[in-house]
Antibody, heavy 120, light 107 residues
Framework: EVQLVESGGDLVQPGGSLRLSCAAS????????MNWVRQAPGKGLQWVSY????????YYADSVKGRFTVSRDNAKNSLYLQMNSLRAEDTAVYYCARTIAAAGKRNDYWGQGTLVTVSS | SYELTQPSSVSVSPGQTASITCSGDKLGDKYTCWYQQKPGQSPVLVIYQDTRRPSGIPERFSGSNSGNTATLTISGTQGMDEADYFCQAWDSSTDVVFGGGTKLTVL
């Protein structure tokens, strides 16, 4: 059974940092691309970042570029999102999602999400 | 940047057909997928590659995509289908793009 479990969400002050983790199991993690997607309270889904299966290709949404860093450790079946210079507008539930890149891209499995709250 | 537009809400009576649209420039040239999200839960993929259903998704869910509009259709809508629905496409310049979401009410 495919499982994605996020952790690391917390209450942090503006300007602070946080590192999110996503533990994957039930599939060959090193064979799959991954995405981070966030959802602000009561709002829609927003793509945050993409990383290829090897980690060699990485993309970010303009809103987080230069502040967030995505990485992965295929030996540990884990995905990470380092978030620096956090702003109030980064407050959201952050999901990691397994990505299938064939005929477009789709996220076929999602974690349960971890809540990041940026507030003083 | 590429944008996808969805109606904020759609209402349907039980047993009837619900149609949720997603509009974007030349969207028919891209592959679209759809996610269902119920309150307090993570999104679930219900349609991918415009028309395909993942295993476990009921046959009443179907999709189409042509021109500038993709459509998610739910035939014989049930109360359990009440949820938010998000369309998603991939664009080479902006990577993954989501629509704003549509709240489906079954009443």
């Amino acid at each position: 059974e495919v499982q994605l479990v996020e952790s690391g969400g917390d209450l942090v002050q503006p300007g602070g940092s946080l590192r999110l983790s996503c533990a994957a199991s039930g599939f060959t993690f090193s064979s799959y691309e991954m995405n981070w997607v966030r959802q602000a309270p009561g709002k829609g889904l927003q793509w945050v970042s993409y990383i290829s299966s090897s980690g060699s290709s990485i993309y970010y949404a303009d809103s987080v570029k230069g502040r967030f860093t995505v990485s992965r450790d295929n030996a540990k079946n884990s995905l990470y999102l380092q978030m620096n210079s956090l702003r109030a507008e980064d407050t959201a539930v952050y999901y990691c999602a397994r990505t299938i890149a064939a005929a477009g891209k789709r996220n076929d499995y999602w974690g349960q999400g971890t809540l990041v709250t940026v507030s003083s | 940047s590429y944008e996808l537009t969805q109606p904020s809400s759609v209402s349907v009576s039980p047993g009837q057909t619900a149609s949720i649209t997603c509009s974007g420039d030349k969207l028919g040239d891209k592959y679209t997928c759809w996610y269902q999200q119920k309150p307090g839960q993570s999104p679930v993929l219900v349609i991918y590659q415009d028309t395909r259903r993942p295993s476990g998704i009921p046959e009443r869910f179907s999709g189409s995509n042509s021109g500038n509009t993709a459509t998610l259709t739910i035939s014989g809508t049930q109360g359990m289908d009440e949820a938010d629905y998000f369309c998603q496409a991939w664009d080479s310049s902006t990577d993954v793009v989501f629509g704003g979401g549509t709240k489906l009410t079954v009443l």
